[in-house]
């Protein structure tokens, strides 16, 4: 299992994964899930990936090989001329895997099943985000709702719905992932560090910052440390309770 959020905020786009992935107890490895294209001036595409192992690494290598020769190859998402048809081109990517895997024509259905975000911008539009589900299909963040979860999303939820901001800083974004996948980490042995994060600029057609949090980064122990001391003294200011006599 694994733990991807992106965000679509009013400066661009933000995007965390960590890299744990387990067959079992007895079987636990680190796979990088944030998978990027850039063509500098023109468009940035980045896609994360919970869910089937084989799947979403199979999914990954098509993209990239229609990538190369794209004339010989279509549909290639390097030339795809908006960013819903690149969510168009990866869904019908993910519903040809799942389905080569699957039995029966289950595909939705099949373990071999995967959810996927990608977000970016193509040159003439603007940052858009998606999510697309194992069939496929696929809907589009929102100002309802500006963010996307993948994986094991129960337990960072609340976090990111109490206090994301579309209009808040990209430092302030990353600090508040972090806070979530802790929360995460801390709940789910599924998750867990090495995460990877990056950071895109509207209009700036290149990765604006990406960088890897390994298990001995000092600030994640901050937030980590901090944020559980400031739970446990909002805990103590709340009201007492009192058993009706």
Same mark, same amino acid.
């Given at each position: 299992?694994?733990?991807?959020?992106?965000?679509?905020?009013?400066? #661009?786009?933000?995007?965390?994964?960590?890299?744990?992935? =387990?067959?079992?107890?007895?079987?636990?490895?680190?796979?990088?899930?944030?998978?990027?294209?850039?063509?500098?001036?023109?468009?940035?595409?980045? !896609?994360?990936?919970? #869910? +089937?192992?084989?799947?979403?690494?199979?999914?990954?290598?098509?993209?990239?090989?229609?990538? &190369?020769?794209?004339?010989?190859? +279509?549909?290639?998402?390097?030339?795809?001329?908006?960013?819903?048809?690149? $969510?168009?081109?990866? #869904?019908?990517?993910?519903?040809?895997?799942? &389905?080569?895997? $699957?039995?029966?024509? %289950?595909?939705? &259905?099949?373990?071999?099943?995967?959810?996927?975000?990608?977000?970016? %911008?193509?040159?003439?539009?603007?940052?858009?985000?998606?999510?697309?589900?194992?069939? #496929? +299909?696929?809907?589009?963040?929102?100002?309802?709702?500006?963010? /996307?979860?993948?994986?094991?999303? &129960?337990?960072?939820?609340?976090?990111?719905?109490?206090?994301?901001?579309?209009?808040?800083?990209?430092?302030?974004?990353?600090?508040?992932?972090?806070?979530?996948?802790?929360?995460?980490?801390?709940? =789910?042995?599924?998750?867990? !560090?090495?995460?990877?994060?990056?950071?895109?600029?509207?209009?700036? /057609?290149?990765?604006? %910052?990406?960088?890897?949090?390994?298990?001995?980064?000092?600030?994640?122990?901050?937030?980590?440390?901090?944020?559980?001391?400031?739970?446990?003294?909002?805990?103590?200011?709340?009201?007492?309770?009192? /058993?009706?006599?």
């Amino acid at each position: 299992m694994t733990y991807c959020v992106g965000l679509r905020m009013k400066r #661009g786009l933000v995007f965390m994964s960590d890299t744990r992935t =387990n067959a079992g107890v007895d079987d636990i490895a680190q796979v990088k899930k944030m998978t990027s294209w850039e063509i500098p001036g023109d468009r940035v595409i980045t !896609l994360l990936s919970a #869910g +089937n192992l084989a799947t979403t690494q199979a999914v990954v290598s098509l993209l990239d090989e229609r990538g &190369k020769h794209p004339d010989d190859r +279509n549909p290639s998402i390097l030339q795809a001329p908006s960013m819903f048809q690149v $969510a168009t081109i990866i #869904g019908e990517t993910l519903r040809e895997v799942v &389905k080569t895997y $699957a039995n029966d024509g %289950q595909e939705a &259905k099949s373990p071999f099943g995967a959810t996927l975000i990608v977000g970016g %911008q193509i040159k003439g539009s603007y940052p858009r985000l998606f999510m697309i589900y194992p069939a #496929g +299909n696929f809907i589009e963040a929102s100002d309802d709702s500006p963010f /996307f979860q993948s994986g094991e999303a &129960k337990y960072g939820r609340p976090i990111l719905v109490r206090a994301f901001d579309p209009d808040m800083s990209f430092e302030d974004a990353i600090k508040l992932l972090l806070v979530s996948f802790d929360s995460t980490i801390r709940a =789910n042995l599924a998750v867990d !560090l090495p995460l990877d994060m990056q950071v895109y600029e509207a209009d700036s /057609f290149a990765i604006t %910052q990406q960088q890897r949090v390994e298990d001995d980064d000092r600030y994640f122990h901050e937030i980590s440390d901090g944020w559980g001391d400031a739970l446990r003294n909002a805990f103590q200011s709340l009201p007492d309770f009192h /058993f009706n006599s």
